[in-house]
């Protein structure tokens, strides 16, 4: 099973470590598209500021950012497993999961990037700024640049598995499962059901959402499932309390499940 997730815009810094090494990270078919981000980057991030905030969509309070991406070849850098804080990440918990789990886990996940394309969560990178929206001179759309690359790179690693995608709207654009292998990919969402002056009525949640998703992939990985098919991934969420709905869909086309919850 591969899990992709999305990156959160919260990161921690270590104040010691190694830097960046980018030919030790996983998926070395990524290196070179790696390497002129990284590159585009730097150089976007030292220059003009205002122009680099308008790029990178940074608030003023947040152009403290430009610098973290200026270091970004001499920074010390930390496991993506690490270096992620967001909701999700929080949810998942990666640091307190037992050795089996924390072993299914470094097999398992893939975090995307704007920057690095995707990473296996024992990867180590510095900090930075540069979300899946942006359009990075001269690379130009992220989305556009990472789907050649991830293409050829991530059928590979998916094998004849299934495929768990968790990614929001902005990285599910850098690379879209086709074919039979899209056939094999379950997408998530998730619902908040509540009964309103006696009627039952759901809604998307977007906060909610992303801590649900962290709690059902710490699950999995806990109970060491190992579905091999988006139908068998329906019975082991429900075989680990999930209230799940799906509908097998035409040939070629994702399977959409719906996780309901009644709390928040």
Same mark, same amino acid.
């Given at each position: 099973m591969l899990v992709?997730?999305?990156?959160?815009?919260?990161?921690?810094?270590?104040?010691?470590?190694?830097?960046?090494?980018?030919?030790?990270?996983?998926?070395?078919? =990524?290196?070179a598209a790696r390497e002129r981000a990284v590159a585009a980057l730097i150089a976007v991030s030292t220059g003009d500021p205002d122009t680099a905030a308008a790029v990178l969509g940074l608030t003023p309070g947040l152009r403290g950012e430009l610098a973290r991406n200026a270091v970004l070849r001499t920074a010390p850098?930390?496991?993506?497993?690490?270096l992620y804080t967001g909701v999700l990440y929080d949810a998942l918990g990666l640091a307190t999961l037992d050795a089996a789990a924390q072993a299914r886990?470094? &097999? +398992?996940?893939?975090?995307?990037?704007?920057?690095? #394309?995707?990473?296996?969560? +024992?990867?180590?990178?510095?900090?930075?700024?540069? +979300? #899946?929206?942006?359009?990075?001179?001269?690379?130009?759309?992220?989305? #556009?640049?990472? $789907?050649?690359?991830?293409?050829?790179? =991530?059928?590979?690693?998916?094998?004849?598995? =299934?495929v768990l995608d968790l990614r929001s709207t902005a990285y599910a654009a850098l690379w879209r499962p086709t074919g039979e292998l899209a056939s094999r990919t379950a997408t998530v969402r998730v619902l908040h059901e509540r009964v309103v002056g006696g009627v039952?009525? $759901?809604?998307?949640?977007?906060?909610?959402?992303?801590?649900?998703?962290g709690r059902l992939v710490?699950?999995?990985?806990?109970? #060491?499932?190992?579905?091999?098919?988006?139908? &068998?991934?329906? &019975?082991?969420?429900? &075989?680990?309390k999930y209230t799940v709905e799906a509908a097998e869909p035409a040939p070629g086309k994702p399977w959409a499940l719906d996780v309901v919850v009644s709390e928040l």
């Amino acid at each position: 099973m591969l899990v992709l997730l999305p990156p959160s815009e919260g990161k921690a810094a270590s104040e010691s470590g190694a830097p960046l090494a980018l030919d030790t990270l996983s998926l070395p078919g =990524l290196s070179a598209a790696r390497e002129r981000a990284v590159a585009a980057l730097i150089a976007v991030s030292t220059g003009d500021p205002d122009t680099a905030a308008a790029v990178l969509g940074l608030t003023p309070g947040l152009r403290g950012e430009l610098a973290r991406n200026a270091v970004l070849r001499t920074a010390p850098a930390l496991p993506a497993g690490e270096l992620y804080t967001g909701v999700l990440y929080d949810a998942l918990g990666l640091a307190t999961l037992d050795a089996a789990a924390q072993a299914r886990a470094e &097999e +398992s996940l893939l975090v995307f990037s704007g920057l690095w #394309g995707a990473l296996r969560i +024992s990867d180590r990178v510095p900090p930075y700024r540069c +979300s #899946g929206g942006v359009k990075l001179p001269p690379l130009g759309a992220l989305g #556009g640049y990472w $789907r050649g690359p991830l293409g050829e790179v =991530l059928p590979v690693a998916a094998g004849d598995g =299934l495929v768990l995608d968790l990614r929001s709207t902005a990285y599910a654009a850098l690379w879209r499962p086709t074919g039979e292998l899209a056939s094999r990919t379950a997408t998530v969402r998730v619902l908040h059901e509540r009964v309103v002056g006696g009627v039952s009525k $759901r809604s998307v949640v977007s906060h909610f959402n992303k801590a649900t998703k962290g709690r059902l992939v710490r699950d999995l990985l806990e109970d #060491g499932a190992q579905p091999g098919s988006p139908a &068998e991934l329906v &019975e082991a969420l429900r &075989e680990l309390k999930y209230t799940v709905e799906a509908a097998e869909p035409a040939p070629g086309k994702p399977w959409a499940l719906d996780v309901v919850v009644s709390e928040l």
